[in-house]
């Protein structure tokens, strides 16, 4: 071997040494986001200690500082495998079988290596024999394996064996985004591995040590693969332990709206959705949902999808949201998809409970208002009479008083079911409060208002109403009015009218229907 050559292979492993300072350098940043990122801090600074060290090997010649500059080495050798094995495991998702007693355990073997190799010029368990071997130009250390040697490299192919392992039932398990994240992790880890292969079977042809060279080629698809897939940024494991585990659905798409991921929870929202349609466009996945598919398009948003499942109608609130990186560059777009079915429900309860009286379920007296507002204008439009009808039962406060409020519910229940009986769907029934009743007849005259409120007093007349054992009978007393200039019409002057009406039929003796007059 040239000296030259020799020069050039110690270049190269400074070199390395300085790639793999730098790289854990720059993984110590990441090293929050996810635990093979600190694990990889140590790998490559071991990398280096072991590269350097190398390099200062070739360059001593007397025995002492060769053997000084080897112990150096062995912190980084030692360390690797079982460095390389927790990467792994921790990408792969095999760490949750590891506690940390058996983690502790895997650097048994590199302790005891170390301790060995430290003490060697006292045994021979490590080395069986140390020499220098003196070339015309350079002097190499010739070694001899011990005993312990083999089990240390028999302890670093195994580990090196098992995390292969790991890495490709990750691959296997992985969706297609991700699968070159681990792939460039495979190549990574197979190319130390063929490197201490290439050098135990050819370190007689070839004396110096290659590993770190083929280190040196790993470093680099680490640092390709890291700024290439943001390899510690956008993380499957973190897909797998959080996003599945959500009972929100969750999607994520490209920029150019292409379906990267989804969890569980998306798939049972939309039950086509299957592994198959990552790397579709969302057009072809939310082709019959257009708001959607504008809302995503925008970037940002809020929409609510209505889905019919087996005739149960469901809601969901979704919201897109754009993802961006640590220079606030866009790389992605999110689309939570929240159940909110329960939630519908109860607000659209509330609402009806809001325009309903809650003992007879006629409209409330606000909800009546309303509504009978918005008829009013509309009469006017179509110049309709509208007319009103307000019924009061007669003493109803000893109804009360003999039988008790819970029969005095039950009577204004009934009463309810009388007026609603007497009325056209499109008419309006409403409580105005204690035992007074509302109804608004749209096109309607006062003669023609006046036949459906007789009809209704003499239904409550003639109608005893049976309450458990007793039967009760009541009248009532309305007040009728009609709206006399379309123009000038408006609920409340209608509600005055009808309850001066109401007040003459009081005064005329109760259950009788009097007209308002026309003023």
Request: with cysteine; glycine share 4%; charged share 20%.
């Amino acid at each position: 071997m040239e000296v030259e050559v020799l020069l050039g292979y110690i270049i190269i492993l400074f070199i390395t040494a300085t790639i793999t300072l730098i790289l854990s350098l720059y993984t110590y940043q990441y090293r929050s986001n996810h635990n093979a990122a600190s694990l990889l801090v140590y790998l490559f600074l071991g990398i280096s200690i072991y590269s350097s060290a190398y390099a200062m090997e070739l360059l001593v010649n007397d025995l002492q500082d060769m053997m000084l500059c080897s112990h150096l080495e062995y912190i980084g050798i030692s360390s690797m495998p079982v460095l390389w094995f927790l990467i792994a495991a921790s990408y792969s998702e095999f760490d949750r079988y590891l506690s940390r007693p058996i983690k502790g355990t895997l650097f048994l073997i590199p302790l005891l290596t170390l301790l060995f190799h430290f003490t060697s010029n006292y045994h021979n368990f490590f080395y069986a024999s140390v020499t220098i071997i003196n070339k015309s130009n350079y002097t190499l250390m010739a070694t001899e394996p011990g005993p312990w040697y083999y089990v240390h490299v028999v302890y670093l192919m195994v580990l090196m064996f098992i995390s292969t392992i790991m890495l490709i039932t990750k691959w296997y398990k992985d969706r297609k985004p991700y699968r070159s994240q681990t792939i460039s992790l495979l190549v990574a880890s197979m190319i130390p591995w063929a490197g201490m292969v290439f050098y135990h079977l050819f370190r007689e042809k070839w004396p110096l040590d290659t590993v770190p060279l083929f280190f040196a080629i790993a470093s680099l698809i680490f640092l390709w693969s890291a700024r290439q897939y943001r390899l510690f940024d956008l993380v499957p494991v973190a897909r797998e332990q959080v996003i599945d585990s959500m009972r929100d659905g969750v999607m994520v798409f490209d920029n150019r709206n292409r379906l990267l991921d989804f969890n569980r929870a998306a798939a049972s929202v939309f039950s086509s959705l299957n592994s198959q349609d990552i790397g579709k466009r969302a057009s072809e996945i939310f082709g019959s949902f257009p708001e959607l598919l504008s809302q995503l398009s925008k970037g940002s948003g809020e929409y609510e999808l209505f889905i019919d499942e087996s005739g149960s109608y469901h809601t969901y609130s979704c919201r897109v949201f754009p993802i961006t990186n640590s220079y606030g560059q866009l790389i992605a777009k999110a689309l939570s998809i929240i159940d909110v079915t329960v939630q519908a429900q109860m607000m659209s309860e509330l609402r009806r409970l809001a325009t309903i009286d809650s003992l007879t379920e006629a409209s409330s007296r606000r909800h009546f208002m309303e509504q009978s507002s918005l008829s009013i204008k509309q009469a006017k439009i179509k110049e309709q009479q509208v007319a009103l009808i307000l019924l009061d039962i007669d003493h109803f406060k000893q109804v009360n008083d003999t039988f008790g409020h819970q029969v005095g519910d039950c009577t204004l229940k009934a009463i309810t079911e009388i007026c609603r009986d007497n009325i056209r769907p499109d008419d309006l029934l409403g409580r105005y409060g204690g035992e007074e009743f509302m109804i608004l007849l749209m096109d309607t005259s006062l003669d023609e208002a006046t036949l459906v409120a007789e009809r209704i007093r003499c239904k409550v007349a003639t109608t005893p109403i049976k309450i458990n054992d007793n039967l009760i009978s009541v009248t009532a007393s309305m007040g009728v009015a009609v709206t006399d200039s379309v123009s000038e019409a408006d609920i409340e002057a209608l509600l005055r009218k009808a309850d001066q009406a109401l007040y003459k039929a009081k005064a005329a003796g109760r259950n009788t229907v009097i007209q308002a007059s026309s003023d």
